[in-house]
T-cell receptor, first 113, second 113 residues
Framework: SQTIHQWPATLVQPVGSPLSLECTVEGTSNPNLYWYRQAAGRGLQLLFYSVGIGQISSEVPQNLSASRPQDRQFILSSKKLLLSDSGFYLC????????????FGPGTRLLVL | RKEVEQDPGPFNVPEGATVAFNCTYSNSASQSFFWYRQDCRKEPKLLMS???SGNEDGRFTAQLNRASQYISLLIRDSKLSDSATYLCVVNTPGMDSSYKLIFGSGTRLLVRP
């Protein structure tokens, strides 16, 4: 069966510090991978998605970047965090066929102070 | 106009009540539809897919009306454990032949004893 891992679970960072969140998927190959952010009390905002190694699509202009160095690894980064980057970051995977649903990791709760 | 719209609620109902949530989507090219459930401070989890013919899973019934671009979720005999936020989700083709899930902001349900 497939599993998706995210770490860390919780992170408190000062403004201006760098960020690296990691997501890995097990039990599947060539998945589509997604990064979402959910601000407190709000809906999910798609940040990035990737259909393959080295392929990144950005949905919204922002302070963040994403990379996919391996088939089942997806990384979300920032060089300098802003207060507005606080939120609940969720990684998700989906098979490449397109008509399937997505499965989410447990998320990383980020607080920027 | 939002791509997926839901009434944010909250819907406050007694145990045993029947409650219905509605959702509309704007992209007629959308191909598949889902209801997710999200508990407080947790990741969204798939509740059920929504098929054109309508489908039922225990106390939950989902309906899709493609002509009206409308999706519904009916919960019968509400339990305390049904308290959560219910997300309407639409799978829409992107520019690069990938698929993206578009999430509604969610409808909050509170079931009281």
């Amino acid at each position: 069966s497939q599993t998706i891992h995210q770490w860390p679970a919780t992170l408190v960072q000062p403004v201006g510090s760098p960020l690296s969140l990691e997501c890995t998927v097990e039990g599947t190959s060539n998945p589509n991978l997604y990064w979402y952010r959910q601000a407190a009390g709000r809906g999910l905002q798609l940040l990035f998605y990737s259909v393959g190694i080295g392929q990144i699509s950005s949905e919204v202009p922002q302070n963040l970047s994403a990379s996919r160095p391996q088939d089942r690894q997806f990384i979300l980064s920032s060089k300098k965090l802003l207060l507005s980057d606080s939120g609940f970051y969720l990684c998700a995977w989906m098979t490449g066929t397109g008509a399937e649903t997505q499965y989410f990791g447990p998320g990383t709760r980020l607080l920027v102070l | 106009r939002k791509e997926v719209e839901q009434d944010p609620g909250p819907f406050n109902v007694p145990e045993g009540a029947t409650v219905a949530f509605n959702c509309t989507y704007s992209n007629s090219a959308s191909q598949s539809f889902f209801w997710y459930r999200q508990d407080c401070r947790k990741e969204p989890k798939l509740l059920m897919s929504v098929y054109s013919s309508g489908n039922e899973d225990g106390r939950f019934t989902a309906q899709l009306n493609r002509a009206s671009q409308y999706i519904s979720l009916l919960i019968r005999d509400s339990k305390l454990s049904d308290s959560a936020t219910y997300l309407c989700v639409v799978n829409t083709p992107g520019m690069d032949s990938s698929y993206k899930l578009i999430f509604g902001s969610g409808t909050r349900l509170l079931v009281r004893p």
